[in-house]
């Protein structure tokens, strides 16, 4: 294992600490004094439209930046990434994401560890097409022959959160008559109101989980299997007899694992199991079989497009000189607001509505990846690590955080994501609805950066203490993507932005942005505290004093 570089310690570092001191914010006067600032700082990355102008960077800090890549190794750790080395250092394994979206014949071919890895990810992507095509056309059907028009996700974490937000954006692309849900907490009110209204017979549940072992999934496929077998006994479906119990498993369930042998002791046919591999993270498996409702609901076509969108920004990162390479850039100005300005968080503003499920499955991508204390060496971090990603649609976010970021006393970046075409082209008499929505878009973008002036707000006929409250600092940094729609392809192409933006910053701390073993301290204590929910004396007094008062709190109002 190398050592990573210690960021801190270079000169690029030294430089940008210096340009740091120096800098006064002034995006007018920067913008005044180079009326070519907006075009210089505008690159594109396969459909992505991305304006870096509106960044609290001079060329000097955007060249010292990108000395500061150089001089930790990114690029050459992101192609050690691609070629299956294993960068995930805790768990010994490679990062292969990438590989997932690789095109069918491309050269050369990549093994890695003995494994066909093309060949492999081709083989699942086949079946699951397949699989998708007899599910669409209703030659798959439940187990009294009814097609499905429901498919249910039971997942959580990774094997959930990207299915539900690349299924939230791509709805309009749901062409078979059949529709998601997912379901994910084992807090009861998930399954019990997800599947309320549900068919058995015509419901086809998805068990995705990486490691087949999750309390929450397992717990909620049981109680789904007990609800498919009751519901179909009360309608007089099946009898209660194992052999029909066991027939309604494999017409109702199919799961996404990388454990096959689990997969079958739960009862599921293998022939219905869609497997990936253990270089796949979780927060980065949306496009491998954990996909599997995109591909029932939104159609295999669609699912190819969105793999598609996924490699062009891979390719766009690998082979883009830093100045130019957009995710790579990004990565490095989330750097320059952590350790240099003290941003404490960052957020995503998508301006489109179906985006809802994109600021979970950001935060999930960018926290769980960086937010580390250790570096992939074990040494300790040696600069902050980790910021806070969040966020909501536009305009509704306006309406709910914006005065902080406008106004607050914290630094706030953020990135505005917007679509030059809506789904719906909806007009308001002669006025175009979506076009209204961007100027919004474009609205808040000018205001955080350029503000309004005491005078400006005092040449409208304010006076007194109101001029303060109503005058905007301005200097508040935005990023600007625009992409011509929300398409399949272009949504992919965003998850992979992030994805490297994320790669980027955890390669410059030096850190493993792929394990996560921050999760795993509470799931193992959850089963040590579970027996004293149930009543066990022994179990209650292993606890400290206040998780014990907490639980005599539950016995005492439990109904
Ligand atoms: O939250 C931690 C985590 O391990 C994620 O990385 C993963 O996506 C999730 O739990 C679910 O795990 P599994 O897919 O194995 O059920």
Redesign the pocket.
């Not at 997942?155 to 094997?159: A, D, F, K, L, V």
């Not at 995705?208 to 999750?214: E, G």
């Given at each position: 294992m190398t050592a990573p570089t210690d960021a801190t310690a270079t000169s690029a570092w030294a430089e940008l600490e210096h340009l740091k001191d120096d800098l006064t914010p002034d995006l007018r006067g920067w913008f005044a004094a180079d009326p070519d600032r907006a075009r210089r700082f505008t690159l594109d990355a396969a459909d992505l439209h991305v304006d870096l102008s509106k960044n609290l960077v001079t060329d000097d800090v955007l060249a010292a930046l990108i000395r500061l890549a150089e001089q930790t190794g990114v690029v050459e750790r992101f192609a050690q990434m691609l070629a299956g080395v294993h960068i995930n250092t805790s768990e010994d394994r490679a990062v292969l994401h990438t590989a997932l979206r690789r095109p069918s014949g491309s050269r050369p071919p990549l093994e890695v560890d003995g494994q066909d890895v093309d060949g492999d990810v081709h083989e699942v992507l086949d079946r699951m097409r397949a699989f998708a095509d007899r599910v669409r056309s209703g030659r798959f059907t439940g187990v009294t022959g009814k097609r499905v028009t429901h498919v249910v996700n039971i997942?959580?974490?990774?094997?959930d959160l990207g299915p539900v937000m690349v299924y939230e954006a791509l709805r309009p692309y749901a062409d078979a008559g059949i529709q998601a849900r997912f379901i994910s907490n084992i807090d009861p009110t998930d399954l019990a109101q997800t599947t309320a209204d549900l068919d058995p017979e015509t419901t086809l549940f998805i068990v995705?989980?990486?490691?087949?072992?999750?309390l929450e999934?397992l717990t909620n496929a049981r109680l789904a299997r007990a609800w498919l077998w009751d519901g179909l006994q009360a309608s007089g479906a099946i009898d209660g007899s194992d052999a029909a119990k066991k027939d309604a498993v494999a017409h109702h369930f199919v799961a996404v694992s990388t454990a096959l042998d689990k997969v079958a002791d739960f009862g599921i046919d293998t022939e219905n199991a869609f497997g990936f591999w253990d270089w796949v993270?979780?927060?980065y498996?949306v496009d491998s079989a954990i996909g599997l409702s995109l591909e029932l609901t939104l159609g295999p076509d669609a699912f190819e497009e969105l793999l598609a969108g996924f490699h062009a920004i891979d390719v766009h990162t690998a082979s883009t000189p830093l100045a130019r390479n957009v995710p790579m850039l990004m990565g490095l100005l989330n750097v320059w607001y952590n350790n240099f300005l003290g941003a404490q968080s960052h957020a995503v503003l998508p301006y489109a509505q179906r985006c809802t499920g994109s600021r979970p499955t950001c935060s999930k991508l960018t926290m769980?990846s960086n937010g580390k204390s250790v570096r992939w060496d074990g040494s300790p971090v040696t600069t902050d690590t980790g910021e806070v990603f969040w966020g909501e649609p536009g305009t509704n976010g306006q309406h709910a955080f914006y005065q902080l970021i406008h106004q607050g006393t914290r630094l706030i970046p953020a990135d505005f994501i917007g679509f030059a075409s809506p789904a719906y082209p909806l007009q308001d008499g002669d006025r175009d609805v979506h076009g209204l929505f961007l100027a919004n878009f474009l609205a808040q973008t000018k205001a955080l950066a350029f503000g309004k002036t005491a005078e400006e707000v005092e040449a409208e006929g304010t006076t007194g203490a109101l001029v303060a409250a109503r005058t905007f600092s301005g200097n508040r940094p935005t990023t600007s993507i625009f992409a011509p729609a929300l398409t399949p392809r272009v949504l992919g192409e965003l998850i992979a932005l992030y994805e490297h933006i994320t790669f980027t910053q955890g390669a410059v701390w030096g850190i493993d942005s792929f394990d996560?073993w921050g999760?795993e301290l509470g799931k193992r204590l959850a089963l040590q505290i579970a027996p004293a929910l149930e009543g066990d004396a022994d179990a209650v007094a292993a606890q400290d004093a206040s998780t014990r008062g907490l639980l005599e709190y539950y016995a005492a109002h439990r109904r």
């Open positions: 997942g959580i974490g990774g094997s995705a989980s990486k490691t087949f072992t999750t999934t993270g979780g927060r498996s769980e996560q999760v």
